[in-house]
Nanobody
């Protein structure tokens, strides 16, 4: 079992930055692809970014490209999402997830473990 705990959310003005963290426990996440998803008010949960085992491979939703950066520190069993140039439409609950799959996926159903989420609010 893997337990994931997100932190770093909060209230920020448009144009600002936040860094989300996802701390894993229970077992090492070094063998997992890790992803970030978000669910805005009244919206479906959507893929934001993912990162491969070593950290060399990263994948982003179009809405995140150029503004968000996913990274991981396997020694700390932690994944990060640096979010810059935030927009009001980035307001959402952000979730960290882990998948056993050996290849990239943006599909929620293919992620095996999920955190409880951290709230991000971007004011205009």
């Amino acid at each position: 079992q893997v337990q994931l705990v997100e932190s770093g959310g909060g209230l920020v003005q448009a144009g600002g930055s936040l860094r989300l963290s996802c701390a894993a426990s229970g077992r090492t996440i070094s063998g997992y692809f890790m992803g970030w998803f978000r669910q805005g008010p009244g919206k479906e949960r959507e893929f934001v970014a993912a990162i491969g085992w070593s950290g060399r491979s990263t994948y982003y939703a179009d809405s995140a490209k150029g503004r968000f950066t996913i990274s991981r520190d396997n020694a700390k069993n932690t994944v990060y999402l640096q979010m810059n140039s935030l927009k009001p439409e980035d307001t959402a609950d952000y979730y960290c997830a882990a998948t056993f799959r050996g290849t990239f996926t943006r599909l929620e159903r293919q992620y095996d473990y999920w955190g409880q989420g951290t709230q991000v609010t971007v004011s205009s």
